[in-house]
Structure formats: C-alpha cells, structure tokens
C-alpha cells in the first residue's frame, strides 16, 4: 500500500465519518451539538487553535535554551 | 476465614523486608506476591471499619472499606502489579522497597478513616516517592527530587496546618466530606490540590518527573494525583472551583505538552490534562461525574501507565528521551510501537480502547449540567490530547529516518507488562462492564451509542488532518518550556547566593573577631608579665630590642619570670579582694570604732592595687597584642 493509496483511504474515511454523522441519531446536550459535521469542524479548528496556541505561547514567552537553568 | 492484613501494610512492612532477602529470583517472585497477598487481603473484608487505634485523645481508622476506596484500592494493585512487573529487573533494594512503601502509603490514604491517618501516609507517600527520582543518580534528577520533595513537604504542612484548624474548629476529625467555609478546610484543599498538581501548583510534577528512574515513573504516575483525586472525591465533592480548575487544567495540561521536546517530560504535562478531567469531575459532583472521574482514574492508571512503560523502554532501549535525538524506532521496536498506539488510541478516546468508556462520561456529566464552557474546554483538551500523545510523539519517535541509534532490547519482564496492561487497556474498552459494575455511585452510562461513537470518531479523524497540515508546527526544537517552577527555581538559586555569599561572608567576619580574642587569651595566659613588658618596650624602643620580639612568635619567648608562678600571683589577688570583702560584709562579729575605717582603706587600697594590676595584665598586654598584630599587617 503507497501513500498516495493512503492518501484516498484517509480523505474518504474523513466522507464516510461527516456522512455517518448525517445518518445517527444523537442526543445532543447543546444546540450547536446537533449541527451536521459539527465534531468534524471542532477536530480541524480545535487542533489548528492548540497547536497555534502552543506555538505562539512557546515562541514569544516560555521557549529557553536547554541550559538556561545551570 | 483468614484476618484480613492492611494492604498498606503489606507493601510497606514487605518491602522493608524484602533486603533481607538474598536470591534475585526469589526477591521477584516475593515481589510480585505481594501485590496478589494485597489483592486477597483486599477482597476478603466487606464494607465497614477495620483497624482502629487509639492515639492520646484519638482514635485512628487505618481501614476505612466502602466501594469508592475499593475501586481505588483496586485500581492501585492493578497499576502496582504491572509496575513491579515492569520493574522486575530493577537490581537496587531500596529503589524497590522506596517503590513498595509508595505503593503502600498510597493504599493508606486510600483507606485512611480520619484525617491523623490521612496526613501520616500522605508524608510517606512524599518521602517514598522522592526515592523513585534520587534512584536516578544523575545530577538533574537529585536536583528535581530535591524540588519535588520542598514543594512535597510545603503541601504537607498546609495539610497539618489545615487539619488542625479544622479539629480545633469542629472537634471532628473524621475524613468525610468537608465544608468548604469551616476554617482550616482552605488550607486541607491547598494540600490536596498541591498534590492533584492544579496549575499554578503544578510545576513540581513536570519538573520531577521525567527525571524519575524509567521504572519509578510509573509507580509516580500512578500514586500521587490519583490519590488526590480520591481525597478531593471524599472532602470536596461538588466544590465548583474544582470544576473550572479541572478544566483550565485539562487544556493548559495538552497546550504545553505540545511544546516539550522529551518524551516523558510531555506525558508528564500530559497527565496534568488527564488529571484535569478527574478534578472537574469531582467539581460537578453529579453521580455521573463522580463515577467518570473514578472510571477515568482507573483507565488512566492503564493506558498512562502504559504509554510510560513504552517510553521507558525508548529509554531503556536508546539512552534518549528528546525527540531531536530519536526518530525511525518502529523498525527497531515494533512491538512497543504497537503497545504504544493502543496506548495513544485508548488516551485519545477511541472506541474500542477504554478511553472512550470514561472520559465521555465527565463530559456527559457537564453536558447534564448545561455547562457548554467546561463542555467544550474538556472535548477541545480530548483534541489535544490525540494531538500530542496520537500524533505527536509516534510522528517524531517512531515514524522517520532512525538517527543511528544504538538498540539495547529491554528484557522480557518489561514487555510482559506492557502487554499485560495493553490487554487490559482492550478488555475495558470491549467489556465497559467489568470497569462500570465497580463504580460506587448509581449512575447508568452507556457509551457505546452510535451518535456518540460517530462524533468521536470525526473529531479525532479531523484532528488528523488538521495535524497532518500543521506538521512543521510542531517538529521540537531542542529547548525547554519555562513554567511555573521558574518562580521557585530562580528566587531558590537567589536565596542560596545570598546564604553564601552576603550571610556567609558576615558569619565569617564576627568568627574571626571572636579567634582573635581567643588568640589573644592564649597568648596572653601563656605568660602575663612577657605580655607586660612587650608593652613596656613598645613605649620605649630605644632600651629593649623590641625589633627582635616582636617579629618573633613573641608567645614563646620568655623575656620575664616572676619567681613565683602567674597564676599563682593571680590566685594570691583574687583570694585577697574575696578575704577583705569577707572581712567587711561578713565581719560582723568583729567589733571597734576604727574597724570600719580601717577595713574600707584596707579595701580600698587593694582595690586600687587590683585595678593596676588588672591593667597591666589585661588592658596592656591587650594594646601590646593589637599594635604587633598591626605591626605585622602592615608589614605583610
């Protein structure tokens, strides 16, 4: 199996999920829940925010070299 | 039916004998019994009270049995089973005994009855675990272990200060829920919160942590936050600011994993997050809550315990725990890649893996509450966590271009358990059953619905892509992340420069003044009247040859002898000034007119003879000593 296989494999699992989402029934606590795809975009924008939060808290206030403490 | 022992004191008192044992594999198998003895002893009590002592005015509850401290107690002997399995290699005595007296200590918070109780096993516990990281032997892992046992005995003194304000204010030491608002319950929470490494009272565990020996982790992992969750459970059940700490926890816990570049500096960060989960949980107080808090203890201990073990072995294998340094390790250890994706799938909350059987229900329980801030605080922490522990460390660890590393396989018993604690990562996740029929609250949970599973598996299929777009964001560089500890680390370092330096340095100015002075006695006692004289010629330099003595070690020429001995002069003095002050105080029998005058010119007279004297021996010499000390500065 090569990557670009991979590539497919992936991409149309990400369909079926946002598809199976359409199809189940769920009982939602919030509205927003309820929003078709709603988990898929929380997945994609949630990472995005994490990963850019880590990076810019790292970058303008904890990264230090590994010595600085000796 | 066999008396039940305190599984406490199984592991403390066994592992306090297990030096005396001398053959390797019988110290293992015994080892690995006692988890078992535990085990058996545990199962053999029904609820109630066991082993009450009177201490002075109270009495203490070791054993206090009810289906939460059972589950806790269970989920303990699991973890502690498969650690000392994992650690079975493990040569030194004491790292395994300090392993044992933790695991133990543990056990008796867990079923400590009274706070007394409470407070002496959560000393131990500090002192047992801060072993596990001095067994390192490396510079950075005493200088953590020394860190982590300030801020260890910091939070136990808020303990003691808070339990005894808390018995002087209600009379009641029993370890029940407490009321947050009696006094001295502030104080008991600081210490539980120490200890559940609520930020900002967090910077002990990362920085302790990942310096810990690759067996004693897991064992710190296990012990410490979660028997703070089981005291948060049983005081302060319901408190909200447990709620909205737990949560912030949970996200800033996975935020700064993201940036750590050693492999268990970030799972350390990481069950910050976790731990995060359990203490919204308890903030909720909901039974739904509460029961996802316990299951999530359980799971934890498993599936973090398991990712541990894996990045032990690294360790173990490679001698390497930054990412720059590692890479391409699938190929060369395939098996732990594997135990460590179903770790990584089972922390992410897959379904099938038991992740998924416990977080959900903390965020069912706020979802219940109609809180949707902590609601989605707790799914975009679940984002995070896949982020750094499912794509992360299996991207930089495994995946790539191995950077030549050296292999050295980890042995046998170090595999067994990661495979033993796999298994039971699966069996919880297929079987919820076994994992919910344990759980002291009555709330019904079902996990597997397929709105649930669908929603789970997008968002974590979505964190995929997402990562796989930001995959340059988050390549580690070789550096560390500043945290809290930076405000006791530095003012620490500046408290130990001003003990050395200013504080020293003054110490040492007020001993040298008083060496003088001792150094002036013993010259001068060695030989007054030299002393005397020394004085005499320093008045008058052109008669003596003063040139000559006083560059001389002047103590140990003699210049003068009285033909009787100096002390003995001084003796005569003494017992003159005492004989004529004997005359006039006690003298009453003595009669006459003139007595009196007599006796006062008498007095007077010697008086005036002792104080010259007194000046010649001491104040002179004195002088005389000062002026060649000056002498000799000045010409040195």
Known sequence: MNLEKLKYLFYSALLISVAAGFMVTSHPYFWWESLPAFYAVFGLTGSIIIAAASWIIGRYLVRRGEDYYD | MIEPVHPAFIFILGGLLLPLLRNLRLKQAYLLVLPVLAFMSLYSMPHGTYWTYRLMDYTLTLGRVDALSRVFAFAFLVIAFCALLYGLHVKEDGHQTAACMYAGSALGVVFAGDLITLYIFWEVMAVASAFLIFYRRTEAAVGAGM??????????????????????????YAFNSLDYGIPGTFFILLGFLINAAVPPLHAWLPDAY????????????????KSAVYVLIRGFTGLEILMWLGAMMAVYGVVFAMLQNDIRRLLSYHIIS??????????????????????????????????????????????????????????????????????????????????????????????????????????????????CIGLKIPYLAFSGDSPGLKIRHPPLNMTLAMGLISALCILIGLYPQALYGILPYDAAYTPYTPGHV?????????????????????????????????????????????????????????????????????????????????????????????????EQNVSKRVIHRSPIGDSVTLTLAFTSIYTIYYIIKGGEQFTGALYPVLAWAVFGGVLLIAAAVFAMLFVVPAITFAIIQTRKINRG
């Open chain 2, 147 to 172: 860190r982590y046992l300030m801020v260890h005995a910091f939070g136990g003194i808020c303990l003691l200060a808070g339990i005894v304000m808390y018995i002087q204010a209600t009379g009641s």
């Open chain 2, 454 to 550: 669908v929603g789970e598996v997008q968002l974590l299929l979505f964190t995929l892509w997402g990562s796989l777009m930001l995959k340059s964001i988050i390549v580690p560089k070789s550096d560390i992340a500043l945290d809290f500890d930076l405000f006791y680390r530095i003012p620490g370092r500046t408290f130990i420069w001003f003990v050395s330096n200013p504080v020293a340095n003054a110490s040492s100015q007020i001993a040298a003044f008083f060496t003088m002075i001792k150094d002036y006695m013993l010259w001068f006692l060695r030989n007054p009247q030299t002393s005397a004289a020394l004085f005499i010629q320093l008045l008058y330099p052109g008669n003596y040859r003063l040139k000559d003595t006083a």
């Open chain 2, 210 to 225: 990942p310096e810990a020996t690759v067996t004693g982790i897991i064992f710190l992992m296990a012990f410490t936050t």
């Open chain 2, 274 to 387: 976790q731990v995060g989960y359990m203490v919204a949980g308890v903030g909720m107080g909901t039974y739904i809550a509460l029961n996802g808090s316990i299951a999530h203890a359980f799971n934890n201990v498993l599936f973090k315990g398991l990712l541990l073990m894996c990045a032990g072995a690294i360790i173990y294998a490679t001698g390497k725990s930054r990412f720059t340094e590692l890479g391409g390790l699938y190929r060369a250890m395939p098996l732990t890649a594997v135990l460590f994706m179903i770790g990584a799938l089972s922390i992410s909350g897959v379904p099938l893996f038991n992740g998924f059987t416990s977080k959900p229900m903390i965020m069912s329980a706020a979802g219940e509450l109609q809180n949707s801030i902590i609601y989605a605080l707790l799914v975009g922490a679940g984002v995070g966590t896949f982020l």
